[in-house]
């Protein structure tokens, strides 16, 4: 049935199919790339700071905006203390966007074993790196006891900033 012309033939032809399949395959070569910015910071430039005040035997608070104004309810605001609202330097990658976290909960000052506490903490922050570095300016209130005992009170409190 099949000849030696047959054999030969099927066999050249199966060389050729063989050959073709591997002429066909082709590589690609992708190319990968990264970029990296700096790791994002935050740094204290100025300490938050209510100023001078006294209590007036009602509980009062000091409401210091992010401008470094201060509006007092039931205290007595004294001359010469420093009012200052927080300011802190974020910086990182420009143009990179991220986000601020302040504190959730109340914070406590101390003076001995007398107490204040720190809440409602309002900030500047745009959200955007407009260069490496963006300044901005920390607000809070502060919540005065109607018979506040008098002392240098004082605490800390945590601002945690993340890339988007």
């Known amino acids: 049935m099949y000849t030696k012309k047959s054999v030969i033939a099927l066999a050249a032809a199966a060389a050729v199919l063989s ?12 190319t990968a790339n990264a970029s990296v910015v ?7 430039n100025t300490q938050m700071n209510f100023g001078t005040i ?14 470094g104004t201060a509006t007092d309810t039931n205290v007595t605001r004294l001359a010469g203390g420093t ?12 143009g990179s966007a991220y986000t601020i976290t302040m504190p959730a909960s109340a914070v406590t000052l101390t003076s001995g074993s007398d107490t ?19 300044a901005i300016n920390i607000g809070a209130t502060l919540a005065v006891g109607a018979s506040q005992a008098a002392g240098t009170y004082a605490g800390s ?6 890339y988007n």
């Open 19 to 30: 050959a073709t399949s591997t002429a066909m395959a082709a590589d690609g070569v992708g």
């Open 38 to 44: 700096a790791a994002i910071a935050i740094a204290e």
């Open 54 to 67: 006294s209590s007036t035997g009602t509980a009062g608070t000091v409401v210091l905006a992010t401008g």
């Open 83 to 94: 009012l200052a609202a927080g300011a802190f330097t974020i910086s990182g990658g420009s």
């Open 116 to 134: 204040m506490t720190v809440s409602s903490f309002t900030h500047t922050a745009s959200g955007t790196l407009p260069a490496a570095t963006e």
């Open 157 to 162: 409190y945590t601002i945690t900033v993340n």
